[in-house]
């Protein structure tokens, strides 16, 4: 077993801990749009196909046999430096008749030696324990192939200040990670001010109600945070360019509160990695970043909205409500993606630009959706950039055959 303190940081406390079923999991990743809907976030502008080669990079106890099933059709290989983590990786693919996964006892750093290149890597909660964060992202993107998609997740500065003065706090008088230590902490954090900044992820997050997720929280002996500009830079640096925000609103100027207060518009006038740092700025509480990344040598549009637009198919993401109560003025309906934790970002909208949202199924192109509705082109056109915006579509640019 490797001597880095991080391996064997995990041998003692795997994360997460490991589930006692994924039976929901599984029934919620065979509804067919909704893998659709996740391939077009991730490759926006390819044709479908669910034959992908995905790295699962630090897959813990569960992440490779979740998308084993996600993406039934592909091959999927999954790596942890946590002999502890892949025995449980193990043990839930062979419950679940897993067939199509590979697992390997492996640092990020050495991701060549498994000699294969990947259409997607997924790298969440990882690269931020490494020693050089920026090492680890270079041997990622020597392993993604070309037109491939990395999505990554790694903390957030700002939001996570709470966090840290607690790890400071627990380093300071030299808590251990032993079960009767992390006890103690449990007890200890019950009686933490109400104003500590630790208090809301407290509140919110699983992660301190289990003793290992608890230790992965405050205890973990190594792990760094990225404020944006810092975060764009290390993938600049290291071969990526940044494609989007796997949930993108939160970091737009023109979603929510602020596309009404007095600076929207010096906002909207900043260039868009300024956009994005602002709105971390802005809005304060922000824990970790999730991203899209593609190969920096490749030159691939950022939006769907190109000259054919209108003969794309749109397709809500599957966490997209429409509700219908308690509305603002004027208003018909609002939409809401239930992924975002900030309750300023909702979409008005009319009851022409409903009946548009109601026909969306996964089947029509844009053009037959709006023509249920009487809205002008332009109308449409700007309804539908306030909902990707919003999270709340995206776009098969290649339209399935209709008994799809």
Same mark, same amino acid.
């Given at each position: 077993?490797?001597?880095?303190?991080?391996?064997?940081?995990?041998?003692?406390?795997?994360? @997460? @801990?490991?589930?006692?079923?994924? #039976?929901?999991?599984?029934?919620?990743?065979?509804? @067919?749009?909704?893998?659709?809907?996740? *391939?077009?976030?991730?490759?926006?502008?390819?044709?479908?196909?669910?034959?992908?080669?995905?790295?699962?990079?630090?897959?813990?106890?569960?992440?490779?046999?979740?998308?084993?099933?996600?993406?039934?059709?592909?091959?999927?290989?999954?790596?942890?430096?946590?002999?502890?983590?892949?025995?449980?990786?193990?043990?839930?693919?062979? $419950?679940? =008749?897993?067939?199509?996964?590979?697992?390997?006892?492996? &640092?990020?750093?050495?991701?060549?030696?498994? /000699?294969?290149? *990947?259409?997607?890597?997924?790298?969440?909660?990882?690269?931020?324990?490494?020693? #050089?964060? %920026?090492?680890?992202?270079?041997?990622?993107?020597?392993?993604?192939?070309?037109?491939?998609?990395?999505?990554?997740?790694?903390?957030?500065? +700002?939001?996570?200040?709470? !966090?840290?003065? *607690?790890?400071?706090?627990?380093?300071?008088?030299?808590?251990?990670?032993?079960?009767?230590?992390?006890?103690?902490?449990?007890?200890?954090?019950?009686?933490?001010?109400? #104003?500590?900044?630790?208090?809301?992820?407290?509140?919110?997050?699983?992660?301190?109600?289990?003793?290992?997720?608890?230790?992965?929280?405050?205890?973990?002996?190594?792990?760094?945070?990225?404020?944006? @500009?810092?975060?764009?830079?290390?993938?600049?640096?290291?071969?990526?360019?940044?494609? $989007?925000?796997? $949930?993108?609103?939160?970091?737009?100027?023109?979603?929510?509160?602020?596309?009404?207060?007095?600076?929207?518009?010096?906002?909207?006038?900043?260039?868009?990695?300024?956009?994005?740092?602002?709105?971390?700025?802005?809005?304060?509480?922000?824990?970790?970043?999730?991203?899209?990344?593609?190969?920096?040598?490749?030159?691939?549009?950022?939006?769907?909205?190109?000259?054919?637009?209108?003969?794309?198919?749109?397709?809500?993401?599957?966490?997209?409500?429409?509700? /219908?109560?308690?509305?603002?003025?004027?208003?018909?309906?609002?939409?809401?993606?239930?992924?975002?934790?900030?309750?300023?970002?909702?979409?008005?909208?009319?009851?022409?630009?409903?009946?548009?949202?109601?026909?969306?199924?996964?089947?029509?192109?844009?053009? %037959?959706?709006?023509?249920?509705? #009487?809205?002008?082109?332009?109308?449409?056109?700007?309804?539908?950039? $306030?909902?990707?915006? +919003?999270?709340? !579509?995206? *776009?098969?640019? =290649? &339209?399935?055959?209709?008994?799809?």
């Amino acid at each position: 077993m490797s001597d880095d303190p991080v391996a064997v940081f995990y041998q003692q406390h795997p994360y @997460p @801990p490991p589930p006692s079923s994924l #039976d929901g999991y599984q029934a919620t990743w065979r509804d @067919p749009v909704r893998r659709r809907a996740e *391939f077009h976030l991730l490759f926006p502008g390819r044709a479908y196909c669910e034959d992908l080669d995905v790295l699962i990079a630090g897959c813990g106890t569960s992440q490779a046999v979740r998308h084993a099933m996600r993406w039934p059709q592909g091959r999927v290989v999954g790596i942890d430096v946590s002999a502890a983590s892949l025995q449980s990786t193990r043990e839930l693919a062979h $419950r679940y =008749n897993v067939g199509n996964l590979d697992i390997h006892e492996l &640092p990020i750093e050495r991701v060549h030696e498994l /000699e294969s290149e *990947f259409d997607l890597i997924v790298s969440t909660g990882v690269l931020h324990h490494l020693a #050089d964060p %920026e090492t680890g992202l270079l041997a990622l993107r020597s392993v993604l192939r070309h037109n491939g998609a990395a999505h990554l997740m790694i903390y957030a500065r +700002y939001g996570r200040i709470g !966090v840290e003065m *607690f790890q400071q706090y627990a380093r300071l008088l030299g808590i251990g990670a032993s079960r009767a230590e992390i006890i103690d902490l449990a007890n200890t954090l019950a009686a933490i001010p109400e #104003d500590h900044p630790i208090v809301p992820l407290l509140r919110s997050s699983s992660d301190f109600g289990h003793p290992d997720a608890l230790a992965d929280a405050l205890l973990n002996p190594r792990e760094r945070s990225y404020p944006v @500009p810092e975060l764009l830079a290390a993938l600049d640096a290291t071969g990526f360019s940044f494609r $989007r925000w796997y $949930r993108q609103a939160p970091y737009l100027p023109w979603c929510g509160a602020v596309a009404q207060s007095p600076h929207a518009v010096k906002l909207q006038h900043l260039s868009p990695r300024n956009q994005y740092a602002a709105m971390e700025l802005f809005r304060g509480s922000m824990v970790r970043h999730s991203l899209i990344a593609h190969r920096g040598d490749e030159d691939r549009p950022h939006e769907p909205f190109g000259s054919r637009w209108e003969q794309a198919v749109p397709i809500r993401l599957p966490e997209t409500v429409i509700i /219908e109560e308690r509305l603002p003025p004027g208003a018909a309906a609002v939409l809401i993606n239930r992924s975002h934790s900030y309750r300023d970002l909702v979409l008005p909208i009319s009851n022409a630009e409903k009946r548009v949202v109601m026909a969306i199924d996964g089947r029509r192109t844009v053009a %037959e959706t709006l023509a249920v509705s #009487d809205l002008p082109n332009d109308r449409g056109r700007a309804l539908y950039r $306030r909902m990707w915006w +919003y999270d709340q !579509v995206v *776009f098969d640019p =290649n &339209p399935l055959p209709r008994d799809w």
